[in-house]
């Protein structure tokens, strides 16, 4: 059985800094990026800034799941980092996402890529239309729907109606969320969020 403790976990931290440190704010995310990245589980990390002169920050990590990311939060390497910045950050709000929350996130690493690049203060990026995520669900959805009625009216014919659907269900929604859904997300990310297509760079 699937369990909360196999899912990957994204954990967004609101910090605040005075805009004329913006220099040690950075070189102070990037050290407890480098530091996160010697870690087993850790799947990614960015950062970005709410608007240009903003002392608002908002920094994301990624882990493979929820024993691997409280290694990294318990560890002695973050407490020292997090102590380092005593008098010049003020964390102000954390927010954690697993299973459904999230699908539709723009990757972590074209935050890091579009920083790193020389824009310094990138905006957040937007979740993609609604009908778009629609689309995508939908796709993933059809073929795992149809699939299981064909199979049910095969081999499980004289069951209840009623019976037939809860056991559909009971199997579908597992591999929607865990399975089927992340990877056709990942592969439409281009699309949803009006990137080139792969094949087109």
């Known amino acids: 059985m699937t369990t909360t403790h196999a899912v990957p976990v994204t954990v967004a931290v609101s910090r605040r800094a005075d805009p004329a440190r913006t220099d040690e704010m950075v070189a102070w995310i990037r050290a407890g990026t480098a530091l996160a990245e010697s870690f087993p589980g850790f799947l990614g990390a960015g950062f970005v800034r709410s608007a240009p002169g903003s002392p608002e920050w908002h920094v994301m990590y990624r882990f493979a799941n929820q024993d691997t990311l409280r290694g990294w939060e318990d560890s002695p390497q973050r407490h020292w980092w997090l102590t380092s910045a005593q008098g010049i950050v003020e964390h102000t709000r954390v927010e954690r996402r697993t299973g459904i929350e999230g699908w539709f996130d723009p990757p972590v690493d074209h935050v890091v890529e579009t920083f790193a690049a020389g824009d310094a203060e990138p905006a957040t990026p937007a979740a993609p239309p609604r ?29 209840p109606l009623a019976a037939r659907t809860l056991l559909m269900t009971l199997c579908l ?29």
């Not at 399975?179 to 094949?199: D, S």
């Open 173 to 201: 929604t597992p591999l929607m969320t865990y399975l089927v859904l992340p990877r056709i997300t990942r592969a439409l990310q281009w699309w949803l969020h009006g990137q080139p297509a792969p094949w087109r760079r």
């Open 131 to 159: 009908w778009k995520q629609a689309v995508t669900i939908w796709l993933a959805f059809f073929p795992l729907s149809l699939t299981a009625t064909l199979l049910t009216a095969r081999f499980l014919a004289d069951v």
